[in-house]
C-alpha cells in the first residue's frame, strides 16, 4: 500500500493552509506520520485516496455524515435547489419547510433559527443565555471535549493563546455525572451563571437520573440549560438525546448529521427565550444569529432530505446495530489476544471511540499511532469507530477482521515495547498548547 501522492498533497496543503487541514481534528498530526490520506471521492460508507486506496471509514466528516457520502436522496434534494438559486433578497420558502420539519422532530423546541456550523448555535446560545438571565459566567460540562470555536470556550482549553484572559474568566466548568458538584459551582456563584451547557451524555446511557437533577439545579439557580446535541442529536433519536430521555432544555444545538455533511446547524428553544432574538419582543433586542450564508438553500435542502430519510427509514436502529455488531467484534478479538485492558471500545453504539492503553493500562498516543498504522493499512480509515448507516454488515466484518490482525501487532508491541512498530512520531491531542 502506498501514499505518496497523498503525501506530496498533505504537505503542499500544509504549506498553503496552516496546520494542513481546516480543522485541526483532520490534521496530518492526527495520523501516523506519512499516513494520512488525502481524500478523492467518498461514497456510502467508503473513500478512496490520492493513490487510489480504498478504505473503509469511520467517524465520517468529524460524524457529520450518518448517512453515508452522496446519499441519493440528499443528493438530489441539493441539486433541486441548485437549480433554483441559492441565496435571495428575502428568506426562501425552504428555510419555512427546514424550519417545519426539524422542530417536528424535536418536540420540546418551539423555535429555531438555522446557521452554518456547530460553534455559531453554541455560541449564540450563549448570547442568549447571557441576555435573558442579564449575567456573565457560563458554566460548561469540563469532561466535554469540545463545544465552540470562539473564544468563550477555546478560552477554557489548553489552546487559549489569543483570547484575553477577562474573556476566560468567564467560563467555569463542571464534571459529568455529579449533580453535587453542579450545585456547589451554581450556589459558589449564585445569580452569576447565565447557563449551564452540556451533552446529554456521550456514554452510552446518563447516570440514572442526572440529567433530571441538572433540570432541576438549572431551574432553582435561575440559569438556562443548554444541551448540546452536536453529536447525540440524529444519533441517539431522530428528536436528539432530549427526546431520548424525555428532558426539555431551556436552548438546543444541533449540527453535524442533521446536513448528513451539508453545512448546517441550528439553535433551538423555547419560545419565550428565542423570541428576544426576534421581532416579537419588548425589551432590548438581541443579536442572534444573522449571517450571509446562514439559510443558503443547499444547506437547508440537504436538512430537509435528512429529516425525510430519518422519517422514512430506521437510520437510529441502523447506526446502533452496526455499532453493537462492530464493538462486539472488537471486543472478542481483543479479548482473544488478550489484550482487552488495553484495546477497549467505549460509548454509545452510535458514537463509538476506542481506546488504546500501554502496558500500564494508561491511555497511550504511541499505541493510538500504531492500532491506526495497522487499520490504514488493512483498508481501514478509523479516527474513531463511529459509525455511518451506510456501513454494510460485510463493512464491520471486515473491519473485525482488520482489527484481528491489528490486535496481533498489539499483543506483540506490548511485550516488546511500541517504538519498533512505529514508523514515524505518535499522534498527539488535537488540542495542545505546544506543537
Ligand atoms: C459537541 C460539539 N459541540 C460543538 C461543536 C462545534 O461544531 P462545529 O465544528 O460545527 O463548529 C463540536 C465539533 O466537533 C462538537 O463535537
Excluded at 498533497?9 to 493552509?17: G, P
Excluded at 438556562?224 to 438525546?241: N, P, S, Y
Excluded at 488493512?378 to 464491520?396: E, K, R
Aim: aromatic share 8%; hydrophobic share 45%; proline share 5%.
Amino acid at each position: 500500500m502506498r501514499f505518496d501522492k497523498s503525501r506530496t498533497l498533505a504537505d503542499q496543503l500544509e504549506y498553503l493552509v496552516p496546520g494542513g487541514a481546516h480543522t485541526y481534528a483532520k490534521g496530518p498530526d492526527q495520523y501516523p506520520e506519512a499516513m494520512a490520506p488525502m481524500i478523492v471521492r467518498g461514497q456510502g460508507a467508503h473513500v478512496w485516496d490520492a493513490d487510489g486506496n480504498e478504505y473503509i471509514e469511520y467517524g465520517s466528516g468529524l460524524r457529520s455524515v450518518s448517512l453515508g457520502h452522496a446519499h441519493p436522496v440528499v443528493d438530489q434534494r441539493v441539486v433541486e435547489a441548485l437549480g433554483k438559486g441559492c441565496n435571495f433578497a428575502r428568506p426562501s420558502v425552504l428555510e419555512l419547510e427546514a424550519a417545519e420539519r426539524i422542530l417536528a422532530l424535536v418536540p420540546g423546541a418551539e423555535q429555531i433559527k438555522f446557521c452554518k456550523n456547530g460553534s455559531d448555535a453554541t455560541t449564540a446560545a450563549v448570547r442568549l443565555a447571557r441576555a435573558v438571565t442579564g449575567r456573565d459566567l457560563v458554566a460548561v460540562c469540563s469532561d466535554h471535549p469540545f463545544f465552540s470555536v470562539d473564544d468563550w470556550f477555546i478560552g477554557s482549553t489548553p489552546m487559549d493563546a489569543g483570547i484575553p484572559r477577562a474573556v476566560r474568566e468567564l467560563t467555569i466548568g463542571f464534571p459529568y455525572g455529579d449533580p453535587a458538584a453542579l450545585a456547589q459551582l451554581l450556589q459558589e456563584h449564585a445569580g452569576q451563571v447565565a447557563a449551564v451547557m452540556l451533552q446529554p451524555t456521550t456514554a452510552a446511557e446518563p447516570p440514572p437520573g442526572y440529567l433530571e437533577q441538572v433540570r432541576t439545579l438549572c431551574e432553582r439557580a435561575g440559569s438556562l440549560l443548554v444541551f448540546d446535541e452536536m453529536i447525540t442529536g440524529f444519533r441517539w433519536d431522530k428528536g436528539g438525546a432530549q427526546t431520548r430521555y424525555g428532558i426539555t432544555p431551556d436552548l438546543s444545538t444541533f449540527g453535524k448529521a442533521m446536513g448528513n455533511g451539508f453545512a448546517i446547524s441550528a439553535l433551538l428553544g423555547k419560545r419565550e427565550f428565542m423570541r428576544v432574538g426576534g421581532l416579537d419582543t419588548a425589551g432590548e433586542r438581541v443579536f442572534l444569529l444573522s449571517t450571509t450564508h446562514g439559510a443558503e438553500s443547499v444547506g437547508l435542502a440537504a436538512a430537509c432530505a435528512v429529516a425525510d430519510v430519518y422519517d422514512s427509514e430506521p437510520v437510529i436502529e441502523t447506526l446502533a446495530a452496526r455499532g453493537a455488531r462492530l464493538a462486539a467484534g472488537v471486543r472478542e478479538v481483543a479479548d482473544r489476544w488478550g489484550i482487552a485492558d488495553h484495546l477497549q471500545v467505549q460509548g454509545h453504539d452510535a458514537n463509538l471511540v476506542f481506546v488504546t492503553r500501554d502496558p500500564d493500562g494508561v491511555p497511550s498516543q504511541d499505541y493510538r499511532t500504531m492500532f491506526m498504522q495497522q487499520l490504514l493499512l488493512g483498508g481501514v480509515l478509523a479516527p474513531s469507530f463511529v459509525v455511518s448507516a451506510a456501513l454494510a454488515d460485510a463493512d464491520i466484518d471486515r473491519t473485525v477482521e482488520v482489527v484481528d490482525a491489528a490486535s496481533q501487532v498489539y499483543a506483540r508491541a506490548l511485550s516488546e515495547g511500541v517504538s519498533g512498530y512505529l514508523v514515524g512520531r505518535p499522534v498527539k491531542p488535537t488540542l495542545r498548547r505546544y506543537v
